[in-house]
C-alpha cells in the first residue's frame, strides 16, 4: 500500500450537483496532483497543487477546482457535474512536482446520472 | 506537443517467456520517463523510472527498462513472464509538473 488513502470509494450523483473527493496524502509529502481516468485510457491530469498553492493545470474547465490544507492532503471539488465527467478520479502525492515518482491512492469511482 | 505512445493496446505472452511493452515518448529537453502498472479496481503502482545515468533501469518485481535517446523509446521488459504480472501497464513523461500518459498496454500472460 502506498499511504495515500481517498475517500469515498464509490459514489453516485445526479447531473447537475456538486461534489467533493477527498485524499489524504503519504506522510511528507508536499504535492497533491489530481487526474481523471476514463474507462478504456489512461488518466488525465487535472491539477496539482504544491505547498497550498496551485502549481499547474491541465485542460479542465473551471468547475473543477481543488484546495490544498497546511497538512498537505487536498480536496477536488466538482460543481455542475456532467454525465461525462463519471471516471475514475485518482489522487498521487510526491516529494517535489518533478523527478520524484508519485504514489497513487486507489482512486475514487465517480458515476454521474 | 508533449505525447506518449504505446503502440499496442493487448501484449499476450507465454509463462515463463520474455516481454516487452513498447513506449515512446515526444517532449522537449530531458525527459523524466516513468512505468506505472494497474491492477483492476486499484489504483496505480509504480515500477520504474528514468531521470538520468545508466540507459537500463530496474524496477520493481524484476521489470527493467531500457531508455533509448535516438529512438525516443523506453520499452519495459521482463526476461520470464509470470501469470501474476497480467495487468494493465502505462508509460509516462513527466513535463514540467504534470504526468503525460499512454493509453496503457493490456499484458496477458498465457499459464
Known amino acids: 500500500e502506498t499511504g495515500v488513502t481517498q475517500s469515498p470509494t464509490h459514489l453516485i450523483k445526479t447531473r447537475g450537483q456538486q461534489v467533493t473527493l477527498r485524499c489524504s496524502s503519504q506522510?511528507?509529502?508536499?504535492?497533491v496532483s489530481w487526474y481523471q481516468q476514463a474507462l478504456g485510457q489512461g488518466p488525465q491530469f487535472i491539477f496539482q497543487y504544491y505547498r497550498e498553492e496551485e502549481n499547474g493545470r491541465g485542460n479542465f474547465p473551471p468547475r473543477f477546482s481543488g484546495l490544498q490544507f497546511p497538512n498537505y492532503s487536498s480536496e477536488l471539488n466538482v460543481n455542475a457535474l456532467e454525465l461525462d465527467d463519471s471516471a475514475l478520479y485518482l489522487c498521487a502525492s510526491s516529494l517535489g512536482t518533478r523527478g520524484p515518482e508519485a504514489f497513487f491512492g486507489q482512486g475514487t469511482r465517480l458515476t454521474v446520472v | 506537443a508533449q505525447s506518449v505512445a504505446q503502440p499496442e493496446d493487448q501484449v499476450k505472452v507465454a509463462e515463463g517467456n520474455p516481454l516487452t511493452v513498447k513506449c515512446t515518448y515526444s517532449?522537449?529537453?530531458?525527459?523524466?520517463l516513468f512505468w506505472y502498472v494497474q491492477y483492476p479496481n486499484r489504483g496505480l503502482q509504480f515500477l520504474l523510472k528514468?531521470?538520468?545515468?545508466d540507459n537500463l533501469v530496474k524496477g520493481s518485481y524484476g521489470f527493467e527498462a531500457e531508455f533509448n535517446k535516438s529512438q525516443t523509446s523506453f520499452h519495459l521488459k521482463k526476461p520470464s513472464a509470470l501469470v501474476s504480472d497480467s495487468a494493465l501497464y502505462f508509460c509516462a513523461v513527466n513535463s514540467n509538473y504534470q504526468l503525460i500518459w499512454g493509453a496503457g498496454t493490456k499484458l496477458i500472460i498465457k499459464p
Open positions: 528514468y531521470i538520468t545515468g
Open positions: 506522510s511528507g509529502h508536499n504535492t
Open positions: 517532449v522537449s529537453g530531458n525527459p523524466y
